[in-house]
């Protein structure tokens, strides 16, 4: 079955086809992409349907998380492809504005997350990240008002502050994780892989192969030092270029020294050729 989603790209208008949701007293879950839809983004579709009754995607390529280094321009497009699959999962609303809408000329407000969550990892390499990030999520939560917002464990660091940003602003919106989908040699689903060449596309698993191994020495009783020293090897062996491989706490993502400090989860990320990718599994 298929059913059209209504599709916005105004404010006003997304007002009104939320003032006509909420009439009929619904639940609502959001999900926030930037489109180029795969699986991983299905999974979190399905995840906010048996949450909510009405649900809501963003599909918004936001330019404030990225770096002017960074693949803003060559980023994937594929609206009619994604309209396609959210209409075969029966969306019930498309929220689609343009960088106009979203920063208007004279646009002069950030919010910029802080504390544990944000310090190293992906705020090391892409310091400009959690700031585009946190901002456009809390305008598309201030803009959407969703009971339930779901994000996916593949972006790990960002479930972490999308979480604590809204507590700390009482946005009123509960964020839920959901796992990671992957291909079936273990790569994590992401909108970047179309970017490897058939080559690099056969190295990529070697990301969570080493994710795996270094979880399986950790749970053994293996030194955390020397068990992650082992992962990084094998993944700068294959040909990638690593800007980190790390074990933190599952939950603050605070470093630790070992095990014992916590339930762990293994994060990484590495560039392949022109391709970043990241992942992280639990230990
Ligand atoms: N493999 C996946 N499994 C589960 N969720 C995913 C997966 N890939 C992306 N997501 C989630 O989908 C949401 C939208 O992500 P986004 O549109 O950036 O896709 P992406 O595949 O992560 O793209 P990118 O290649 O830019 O990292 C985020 O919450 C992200 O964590
Ligand atoms: C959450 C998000 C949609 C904000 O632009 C983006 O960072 C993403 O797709 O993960
Ligand atoms: N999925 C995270 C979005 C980004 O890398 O810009």
Redesign the pocket.
Known sequence: MSRNPMIVRTVPALRRALDGIRAKKATTAL???????????V??VRLAKRRARKVIVSIFVNPTQFAPSEDFGS?PRTWKADVARLAAEEVDLIWNPDVKTMYPDGFATRIVPEGPATVGLEDRFRPHFFGGVATVVGKLFTQVRPDFA??????FQ??RVVTRMARDLDLGVKVIG?????ERDGL??????VYLSPEERLTAPVLYRAMKESAARLRAGDDLAAAMAGGAELIAKAGFILDYFEARHAETLAPIASVKDGPVRILVAARLGKTRL?DNIAV
């Open positions: 999900v926030p992409t930037m489109g180029a839809l795969h699986d991983g983004h999974s979190l980023y779901i994000f996916g464990e593949k972006d960002q479930l959901s796992r990671t989908v992957r994590a689903m992401s909108s970047r892989n990241i």
